[in-house]
C-alpha cells in the first residue's frame, strides 16, 4: 500500500455480531488486545458494518445500578451506534482524515471502521490518524521551509543578476572613467621618466668632473668639455623642471585617486552582502550611484544635487545603491532632450527621504499604476527586463522603508525613497 492511504493504519481487529451481548462485549475491551481501541465494530453476517458499541457508553450503562445485571445479556444493537464513521480501504489519507474530522463526535469515543468494497476489513483508531496528519504537517513544514529558502536564494540571484546587467550596460562608460585618468597618469610617467634620465645624465657628469679634477694627468679640453656638458644639463634642470615634474605628480596621484574611487564604487556596488547592514550615510550612496552611473548620465541630463547633512542609517550599502543608481540612470533615460535631474537628501524624526527629479517626458497613469511590477517596462524591447524598479521596490520594503513616484506627462517624474532611522523598524521588517 502507498504511504497516501488510509490502509497502513489499518488494524486487523475481529468484528462482534449483532447476536453478541453486551458482558460478551465488555469482556472484549478486558482483553489485551483490545485494550488501545474506543469502540468495537458490529458486523452483520454478509460482512457488513452495522455500527459500532463503544467504551465509553457501555460504562454509561454499567455504572447505572444494576446496569450490567439488567443490560449484560442484552444484545450490542441495543446500544450500538447504528452510524458508525465509516472510511473506505483505499481512501487517500487527507481526504480520510478530513472526513473524520468533520463527523466525528465530541468528546471522541469512537474509533472508525474501514471498508473495502462496502464490506468489513479492519478498525482504523483515530489518535493514530491524528499522529499520521501531525507527521505529514511536519513534513510538509519541512518542505515549505526548504521552499522558502530556495525562493530566497533564487530572489538574492535575481537581484544579484539585476545588478550585473545595470553594471553591464555602463561598462563602456565605466571602462571610459577609467581610461581617461589613466591615460594622463601615463603621459605623466613618461614626461617624469625623461626628466629623471636627464638628471641622472647630469648627476654622471658631475661625477666625472670630480674624477678629472683629482687627477693630475687629466686632459683639460676633456675637462672644459664634460664642464660644458654638466653645466648644460643643470640650466636644463632648473627650478621650473622640477615644480613641473611636482606637478606631473601631483595630477597622477589625483588620477589614480579617481580609479581608486570608481573601483571602490564598483566593488560596493556589485558585492553579494544582502545579509550585511551597516551604518550609512545616504548621501554616500548618492555620491557612489552617481559615479557609477556617470556616462549615462552626462550627455542627458545636468545633475543637481541638494544632500542635507544627514544622521546615518542602518542598510544594506550596495543595495541601496543599486536603487539609486536604477533611480537616477532611469530618469536620464527618459530625457528625449538634454534636462536636468534633481537629487535631494532630508530627514524627520522617523524618516531619512532621498528623492530623485526629473524634468523628463513623465508616465501616465496607467503606467504609474504597473510601474513597480514584475517584468513591466516602457523601454523598448531587448532594453529592460522589467526588473529593476521591482527588485527596487522589493529591496526599500525588506529594509523597512517605502518607494513613492508621482509622475505627470510632458513635467517629469519623482521618486522618493524613505528608509527608517530606528534599528528596530529594520528588524522588524526583517
Known sequence: ????????????????????????????????????????????????????????????????????????????????????LVVAFHEPMDSAAQYVAKHIPHPITEDFIMVDDGRYCGMGIVLDLLRAMEARVSLQTSAL????????????????????????????????EINTP????????????????????????????????????????????????????????????????????????????????LVLNLKNFSRLDKAKTEDVNLNQCVE???????????????????????????CSPSQINQVLLNLVTNAAQAMETPGAILIKSWFDDDFVHVSVHDNGKGMPKDVVDRIFDPFFTTKPVGEGTGLGLAICYQIIEQHGGRIRVASEVGKGTKFVVSLPRSQAALSKAS
Open 1 to 84: 500500500m502507498t504511504q497516501d492511504t488510509i490502509a497502513n493504519l489499518r488494524l486487523e481487529i475481529e468484528p462482534v455480531s449483532p447476536r453478541h451481548t453486551l458482558d460478551d462485549v465488555s469482556q472484549l475491551f478486558l482483553g489485551d488486545r483490545y485494550t488501545h481501541l474506543l469502540s468495537l465494530p458490529v458486523v452483520d453476517d454478509a460482512g457488513r458494518p452495522v455500527g459500532t458499541v463503544s467504551r465509553y457508553a457501555l460504562m454509561q450503562v454499567y455504572l447505572k445500578h444494576y446496569g450490567r445485571e439488567i443490560y449484560g445479556r442484552r444484545p450490542v444493537t441495543e446500544l450500538m451506534n447504528t452510524a458508525p
Open 145 to 176: 521551509h526548504e521552499a522558502y529558502r530556495d525562493l530566497k536564494r533564487s530572489q538574492t540571484h535575481l537581484v544579484q543578476s539585476e545588478k550585473m546587467a545595470s553594471l553591464g550596460q555602463m561598462v563602456a562608460g565605466v571602462a571610459h
Open 182 to 261: 589613466l591615460g594622463y597618469v601615463k603621459n605623466n610617467l613618461e614626461m617624469t621618466r625623461e626628466v629623471i634620465d636627464q638628471a641622472r645624465e647630469l648627476v654622471r657628469s658631475y661625477q666625472d668632473v670630480v674624477l678629472m679634477l683629482t687627477d693630475e694627468n687629466a686632459d683639460a679640453d676633456a675637462l672644459q668639455a664634460r664642464l660644458g656638458l654638466a653645466m648644460e644639463l643643470g640650466e636644463a634642470l632648473n627650478d621650473e623642471t622640477f615644480e613641473d615634474v611636482m606637478q606631473l605628480h601631483h595630477d597622477s596621484l589625483f588620477g589614480i585617486d579617481q580609479i581608486a574611487e
Open 288 to 314: 557612489s550611484a552617481l559615479v557609477i552611473g556617470k556616462n549615462v548620465i552626462k550627455d542627458r541630463a545636468q545633475i543637481i544635487t541638494r544632500l542635507d547633512d544627514l544622521p546615518p542609517v542602518s
